[in-house]
């Protein structure tokens, strides 16, 4: 009897945690119509110059080139070649998205000709010493949140959706995510990130959405803006491209040899 | 080094300042060496300049990375090095390299028994990235989704030592190498590379046949020391499984040097704590233990331990402790490296290695008056 008791018990808990993880109707529709509005990218390059800004105000800049390729089954192929510090110059770092559980990652160390594959489970620890997590730059495949409709409301003069994404790994630095999605083209505006302590850690705002192939948007500028620390990083993006012809074939161990 | 290789260099040199793919480093070392005995000298000041590019030709493309190194004290460390200077052109699926080349094989830390493309320039250090250009033609294609290499190198060469005088020196001077082979350095390598992934595991295989990289060194009257090269032929395996926060590696030679088979594996693990102590530092921690019963090794098994602190800020900051222990006897080695971004493109490193040994027949002994305290200034463009 006791061990029945324990299994009715454990099936409520189950229940319960359910409830906790599943998305709501509105909330997942308006993720997923962002999500298929991207669809079909191809694949993309781009260049990128990461400022970081200390609480002093004091700055220093990396350029780093994007190369993407729109995963088919799995999630996306990205490969990020960095360009300076120059003593870092030709360090590049491929990443195989999964849409659940970690992601494959190799690091390229140029003065070595080493391709090496890391553990990728530190995806809450900071990209390139900026307030970008690794999992703030890696693909955002829907299946790692389950999302809640907030509300709507004006955001810099677009009528918006508010939705909480809440991150389905434990592992996220994030307890959850509030994010601004202007209901017309359902681009992300802004996202308020919470710490696993519930307090709002940084913030990160989209500027110059810049529209390509008459389908896909995306912004110049992204700007991080860490509360706890006072510290900020920019990201500028330019010469975006699209449908540039990369195959898979560009985004494996060897091909991360051949980086130039 | 000879005068045609230095003709290429001046050549490229020349070339390269209207070049805007280039990019290069200067570093400058300063070393101590508190145990240094009366006929060694205790300082040393090495300045090594880097120059790295490629240019597209019309049918080809050609990459060079060219090392200058030139030591106050210690000429054995002094080179002109080709480390890259190739020429590749791609036939459909196939990747052809023509000319002096740097690759790197195997996931261990400590001790890569299955590099055997590159020889080690020893005198420069221990460190990983110490290697001479392996004058070769390759070819690599892909294989289903694996990545297949094929290595034909004509000519081989010959480890590099630092002084008799210098650290680590052999106390006696080097004579001329003698080799297996009749056909001596001309006496050519193949091998063969083939290396995928299955999901969370990643593996390689290779075979080799050549001269063996590591010298035997041969005292001969107690006067003079003269390095013997073997040729050997091997099969090596590499494997790698990596997990959440924890990487498990294998490395194994298995074949024959000589007359003599032979096996050799690394294996190991290295577990990563991120965060630790709520900041952004990582921790990882390694431990690998090593077997090799070839004449040359200095011992047969040895456990290396360490740690690795990483700071994940835009200075890089890191900081590498390897402790190298001979259970059987006691010797040991301690490693420290440590290195810092001071600015973009300048850079501070910190190196500290300290032997120790007891007992005088013991390897490491030779080695006590060789531990070391270098610091190096680097400046990259």
Request: charged fraction near 25%.
């Amino acid at each position: 009897m006791k061990f029945m008791q324990i299994i009715i018990i454990a099936l409520i808990s189950c229940l319960f945690a359910a409830n906790v993880y599943a998305s709501d109707g509105r909330g997942l529709e308006i993720a997923t119509e962002l999500d298929v509005r991207d669809n079909g990218f191809g694949d993309t390059t781009s260049t990128m110059t990461m400022t970081l800004f200390d609480q002093y105000g004091n700055s220093t800049s990396r350029k780093i080139r994007n190369r993407t390729l729109e995963g088919t089954d799995e999630g996306d192929l990205s490969l990020v070649i960095f360009d300076t510090p120059a003593d870092v110059k030709g360090t590049a770092f491929l990443s195989h998205t999964k849409r659940s559980g970690s992601d494959d990652q190799w690091l390229y160390l140029p003065a070595l000709k080493r391709v090496k594959r890391i553990a990728s489970s530190n995806q809450a620890g900071p990209f390139m010493g900026s307030e970008f997590a690794y999992e703030d730059i890696s693909s955002q495949e829907l299946e790692k949140y389950t999302y809640k409709y907030l509300r709507n409301e004006a955001y810099n003069g677009l009528d918006c959706f508010v939705v909480e994404y809440d991150p389905v790994d434990r592992k996220s630095g994030y307890s959850k995510q509030i994010v601004w999605i202007d209901t017309k083209e359902y681009r992300s505006h802004k996202i308020e990130f919470y710490d696993r302590k519930e307090s709002l850690l940084k913030t990160l705002e989209y500027k110059g959405y810049s529209q390509y192939n008459d389908k896909f948007w995306r912004a110049d500028v992204l700007e991080m803006e860490n509360h706890q620390t006072g510290k900020r990083t920019v990201l500028e993006f330019d010469d975006w491209k699209f449908q540039t012809g990369l195959t898979a074939k560009d985004f494996n161990k060897k091909s991360l040899k051949k980086v130039r | 080094m000879n005068s045609v290789t230095k003709t290429l260099c001046l050549w490229l040199l020349l070339a390269i300042q209207v070049n805007a793919e280039t990019s290069g480093s200067l570093a400058i070392t300063g070393s101590y060496f508190p145990k240094s005995l009366d006929e060694s000298f205790d300082t040393n000041i090495t300045a090594e300049a880097k120059v790295i590019g490629y240019e597209e030709l019309s049918h080809f493309q050609l990459v060079y990375e060219f090392i200058f190194r030139k030591s106050l004290n210690d000429s054995g460390m002094d080179i002109v090095e080709p480390r890259q200077f190739f020429l590749s052109k791609t036939f459909g699926e196939i990747d052809a390299y023509l000319g002096y080349r740097h690759t790197f094989w195997g996931v261990v830390e400590s001790k890569n028994l299955v590099d055997l493309i590159n020889q080690h320039d020893l005198a420069a250090g221990i460190s990983a990235d110490n290697r001479l250009g392996a004058p070769s033609i390759s070819f690599e294609t892909y294989l289903g989704s694996g990545d297949f290499q094929y290595w034909y190198i004509p000519r081989f060469r010959e480890r590099t030592f630092n002084e008799q005088n210098a650290h680590p020196g052999l106390g006696l001077p080097v004579l001329p190498a003698q080799f297996a082979h009749t056909k001596r350095s001309k006496a050519p390598d193949h091998a063969i590379r083939y290396g995928n992934s299955i999901g969370d595991i990643d593996y390689a295989l290779s075979v080799f046949d050549g001269t063996a990289r590591e010298p035997i060194i041969r005292v001969e009257e107690m006067s003079s020391i003269r390095p013997y090269y073997e040729r050997m032929r091997s099969i090596g395996l590499e494997l790698q499984y990596t997990g959440d926060s924890i990487l498990y590696k294998f490395e194994g030679l298995n074949g024959t040097q000589g007359e003599e088979d032979f096996n050799a594996a690394v294996m190991g693990i290295e577990k990563t704590v991120y965060s630790i102590f709520e900041t952004q530092w990582d921790m990882g921690l390694i431990i690998e233990y090593q077997y090799d019963d070839r004449v040359q090794a200095l011992i047969d098994r040895t456990l290396v331990s360490g740690i690795r602190l990483t700071s994940n800020d835009e200075f890089d900051t890191s900081l590498l402790v390897l402790y190298t222990d001979d259970h059987e006897f006691s010797q040991s080695l301690f490693g420290l490296e440590a290195s810092r971004r001071l600015r973009n493109g300048m850079t501070l490193d910190l190196k500290y290695l300290l032997y120790k040994s007891d007992e005088q027949n013991l390897p490491f002994y030779s080695f006590v008056d060789d531990s070391e305290l270098s610091l190096t200034l680097g400046y990259y463009f």
